[in-house]
């Protein structure tokens, strides 16, 4: 079975600081990897996904195959990155989406 | 193109009615995805289409629920005999079919069961 487990339910950090919030997966295949967001009042939407190895508004997340794990990282943490943030995986030869329970990230001034 | 659209935003309702939402993708996309998300979890995945063929059902797709796209464009999802456990945001979401597109969602349908 696939799973995702974001261990932190919440994370609050200062303005400037690092951020690392942490996805874990389950599969025995070859996962596609997302992070998806959602700030307040607004709809759930893509932040990154793994095969882009793209860094969008200053955030990354390398695919760790060994340890089976997909952090999401910012060195400088802004408060406009306070928000709801979701690791997903798509199973090989399937369209869904797995979800994790997601982490409530709150960045103070 | 203002995104994937639900009807309506919220529904309140009596244990036991039926209640019927409905998702219009974003045009160009021919997948169209269905989740519920309930309080303190991430979106479950139910079904998805392509274009009019419902092509995966998740075992949370009980019989008591069904989508239809029927002409591969808007879908509806009908929830018969609703219970309180029901009660939950629901997501579409669409892509296109070459995969450079990810999934982009709703505003979700918010039911409530009485």
């Known amino acids: 079975a696939q799973r995702v487990t974001q261990p932190e339910k919440l994370l609050s950090v200062f303005k400037g600081a690092p951020v690392e919030l942490k996805c874990n997966y389950s599969y025995s295949g070859s996962p596609e990897l997302f992070w998806y967001v959602q700030y307040s009042r607004q709809r759930l939407q893509l932040l990154l996904r793994h095969i882009s190895r793209e860094s969008i508004k200053g955030f990354t997340a390398d695919l760790n195959k060994g340890e089976t794990s997909f952090h999401l990282k910012k060195p400088f943490a802004q408060e406009e990155d306070s928000a709801m943030y979701y690791c997903?995986?798509?199973?090989?030869?399937?369209?869904?989406?797995?979800f994790g329970k997601g982490t409530k990230l709150t960045v103070n001034p | 193109d203002t995104g994937v659209s639900q009807n309506p935003r919220h529904k309140i309702t009596k244990r036991g009615q039926n209640v019927t939402f409905r998702c219009d993708p974003i045009?160009?996309?021919?997948?169209l995805y269905w989740y519920r998300q309930t309080l303190g979890q991430g979106p479950e995945f139910l079904t998805y289409?392509?274009?009019?063929?419902?092509?995966?059902k998740s075992r949370l797709l009980s019989d008591r629920f069904s989508a239809e796209r029927p002409k591969g464009s808007f879908s509806t999802l009908e929830i018969q005999r609703t219970e309180q456990g029901d009660s939950a945001m629901y997501l579409c979401?669409?892509?296109?079919?070459?995969?450079?597109?990810?999934?982009?969602f709703g505003d979700g349908t918010r039911l409530s069961i009485l």
């Open positions: 045009s160009e996309h021919n997948r």
């Open positions: 979401a669409s892509s296109s079919t070459d995969g450079s597109q990810p999934q982009h």
């Open positions: 997903a995986l798509s199973p090989q030869g399937s369209e869904k989406l797995v």
């Open positions: 289409f392509q274009n009019e063929a419902q092509l995966e």
